[in-house]
C-alpha cells in the first residue's frame, strides 16, 4: 500500500492507498514540538486501529509546507517503514509546468492540488483550498500552473477576532439564521461564513475574467463544504484533492501503485 502524508501548517492528512483505492484516511494536528518516534507512535496506532501493520506501507511519498516537519516525516518512514519516501519538491514530476515567477516557492499542497484537477477536472480551473490560508490557484487549459491569490484563512480570521479584541467569544463555524445577526455570536458568524463567500464569488469572478468563462471551480480543504453551500460558484468539492493529487505523483515518478 502508499502511505500519503499532507503536512499542513495546521493539520497533517494522511491517506493509504491499495491500488487506486484510498482505503483509509486520517486527519491530525501539527504539533511543531513532536519527534519522529513520537509521530511514529501516533501513526503506529492510527494503522493499527485500521488493523494494519507497518508492513502493510510499501511506499511513502509526502507533501510539506512545513520544511521542520518535512525531516522529522523523512526520518520517521526511513526507521519505521523501511522506504525512502519520495518528497514532492524540485526535481519530481508532477505533470503541471509551473509558470511562476519562482517556482520554488510556490507550496508543495498547491502544487498537488493543481495537479490533480488537472488530471482529474481539466483545465482552465480555479482550486480554492480552505486551510490555514484559504488559496486561489489558476490553472490553465494545457495544465499549466499561472499562479493565484494568498487570504487567510477562515479559522485564522476567527481566531484573530477572538485573540484581537477585548469582548468578541471564540465562535465555532455554524451558519447563522441569517445575514444581520441580532446578537454577536451570530453577528461574528455571518461576517465570518458569509464575508468568506463573498470573498470566493469575488476572486472566482476576477480569475474568470483572466482564464475564460469556461473555467471550472474546484474546493477542497476542511471547510469546503460549508462554504460550497452558500454560492453556486464552485463547482466541485474534492475533500481529498490532495492525498489523490499525491498518488498521481507518485505513480509519475515510482510507476503505478
Same mark, same amino acid.
Given at each position: 500500500?502508499?502511505?500519503?502524508?499532507?503536512? #499542513?501548517?495546521?493539520?497533517?492528512?494522511?491517506? &493509504?492507498? /491499495? +491500488? /487506486?483505492?484510498?482505503?483509509?484516511?486520517?486527519?491530525?494536528?501539527?504539533?511543531? %514540538?513532536?519527534? @519522529?518516534?513520537?509521530?511514529?507512535?501516533?501513526?503506529?496506532?492510527?494503522?493499527?486501529?485500521?488493523?494494519?501493520?507497518?508492513?502493510?506501507?510499501?511506499?511513502?511519498?509526502?507533501?510539506?509546507?512545513? *520544511? @521542520?516537519?518535512?525531516?522529522?516525516?523523512?526520518?520517521?518512514?526511513?526507521?519505521?517503514?523501511?522506504?525512502?519516501?519520495?518528497?514532492? #519538491?524540485?526535481?519530481? =514530476?508532477?505533470?503541471?509546468?509551473?509558470?511562476?515567477?519562482?517556482?520554488?516557492?510556490?507550496?508543495?499542497?498547491?502544487?498537488?492540488?493543481?495537479?490533480?484537477?488537472?488530471?482529474?477536472?481539466?483545465?482552465?480551473?480555479?482550486?480554492?483550498?480552505?486551510?490555514?490560508?484559504?488559496?486561489?490557484?489558476?490553472?490553465?487549459?494545457?495544465?499549466?500552473?499561472?499562479?493565484?491569490?494568498? !487570504? *487567510?484563512?477562515?479559522?485564522?480570521?476567527?481566531?484573530?477576532?477572538?485573540?484581537?479584541?477585548? $469582548?468578541?467569544? $471564540?465562535? %465555532? &463555524? /455554524?451558519?447563522?439564521? =441569517? !445575514?444581520?445577526?441580532?446578537?454577536?455570536?451570530?453577528?461574528? $458568524?455571518?461576517?465570518?461564513?458569509?464575508?468568506?463567500? +463573498?470573498?470566493?464569488?469575488?476572486?472566482?469572478?476576477?480569475?474568470?475574467?483572466?482564464?475564460?468563462?469556461?473555467?471550472?471551480?474546484?474546493?477542497?480543504?476542511?471547510?469546503?463544504?460549508?462554504?460550497?453551500?452558500?454560492?453556486?460558484?464552485?463547482?466541485?468539492? %474534492?475533500?481529498?484533492?490532495?492525498?489523490? #493529487?499525491?498518488?498521481?505523483?507518485?505513480?509519475?515518478?515510482?510507476?503505478? !501503485?
Amino acid at each position: 500500500m502508499l502511505l500519503c502524508i499532507d503536512i #499542513g501548517n495546521t493539520n497533517i492528512v494522511l491517506g &493509504l492507498y /491499495q +491500488g /487506486q483505492e484510498l482505503r483509509t484516511h486520517w486527519r491530525i494536528n501539527t504539533d511543531h %514540538d513532536r519527534m @519522529p518516534d513520537e509521530y511514529a507512535m501516533l501513526v503506529m496506532n492510527l494503522l493499527g486501529h485500521a488493523g494494519l501493520s507497518s508492513a502493510a506501507v510499501e511506499d511513502v511519498i509526502i507533501a510539506s509546507v512545513v *520544511p @521542520p516537519l518535512t525531516d522529522r516525516f523523512r526520518e520517521l518512514v526511513e526507521d519505521y517503514f523501511h522506504v525512502e519516501p519520495l518528497v514532492v #519538491g524540485v526535481g519530481v =514530476k508532477t505533470g503541471v509546468d509551473i509558470r511562476y515567477d519562482r517556482p520554488q516557492e510556490v507550496g508543495a499542497d498547491r502544487v498537488v492540488n493543481v495537479a490533480a484537477a488537472y488530471r482529474l477536472y481539466g483545465g482552465p480551473a480555479c482550486i480554492v483550498d480552505f486551510g490555514t490560508g484559504t488559496t486561489f490557484d489558476a490553472l490553465s487549459a494545457r495544465g499549466e500552473y499561472l499562479g493565484g491569490a494568498i !487570504a *487567510p484563512g477562515v479559522r485564522v480570521a476567527a481566531e484573530a477576532l477572538f485573540q484581537r479584541t477585548a $469582548r468578541l467569544p $471564540r465562535i %465555532d &463555524l /455554524q451558519r447563522p439564521p =441569517k !445575514a444581520i445577526g441580532s446578537n454577536t455570536v451570530d453577528a461574528m $458568524r455571518s461576517g465570518i461564513l458569509f464575508g468568506y463567500v +463573498g470573498l470566493v464569488e469575488g476572486m472566482v469572478t476576477r480569475f474568470r475574467r483572466e482564464l475564460g468563462e469556461e473555467m471550472r471551480v474546484i474546493a477542497t480543504g476542511g471547510l469546503a463544504q460549508i462554504i460550497a453551500k452558500e454560492t453556486p460558484v464552485i463547482e466541485h468539492v %474534492d475533500i481529498w484533492l490532495t492525498l489523490k #493529487g499525491l498518488r498521481l505523483i507518485y505513480d509519475l515518478n515510482r510507476g503505478a !501503485a
